[in-house]
């Protein structure tokens, strides 16, 4: 079966919009509520999700922390990570930390390829899809 390539705003905006539907045991929370919750204006996550609004990293991160996710999952998985010296050595040391350092460094470093990825992406400009300005 052959996938099919969604833009990345659009696989953002139906990564919030599966997390909101299946929040609470599938009991959902609505688009107000969240936005509540994470101290945005309650249309903002109506407009990610139909990617009108990009999320910033910040953005992603709160979500992340709101659902209990990776902020990773906001991503395709399709974009992989070539295994090099530098990257064994971190695991190497990774592995002597305290549980509570290595959750952080992992946290860390799923925000840092966020930020990689989500690099020179071009925002869309405010306003109507298709709308001409004068």
Do not use: C
């Amino acid at each position: 079966m052959r996938q099919i390539k969604i833009p990345l705003l659009d696989h953002i905006g139906e990564q919030i919009r599966d997390l909101r539907k299946h929040y609470n045991s599938g009991e959902g929370i609505s688009q107000e509520a969240l936005a509540h919750q994470l101290k945005v204006a309650a249309n903002t996550v109506s407009r990610w999700e139909t990617g009108t609004y990009r999320p910033g990293l910040e953005d992603l991160e709160k979500l992340a922390r709101f659902f209990g996710v990776s902020i990773i999952s906001f991503f395709p998985q399709d974009i992989a990570e070539p295994e090099n010296d530098d990257l064994l050595a971190l695991l190497r040391t990774a592995r002597q930390l305290h549980p509570e350092d290595l959750e952080e460094l992992r946290k860390y470093a799923e925000f840092r390829k966020a930020r990689r990825i989500y690099k020179g992406r071009s925002r869309p400009q405010p306003g109507r899809k298709g709308a001409k300005h004068k």
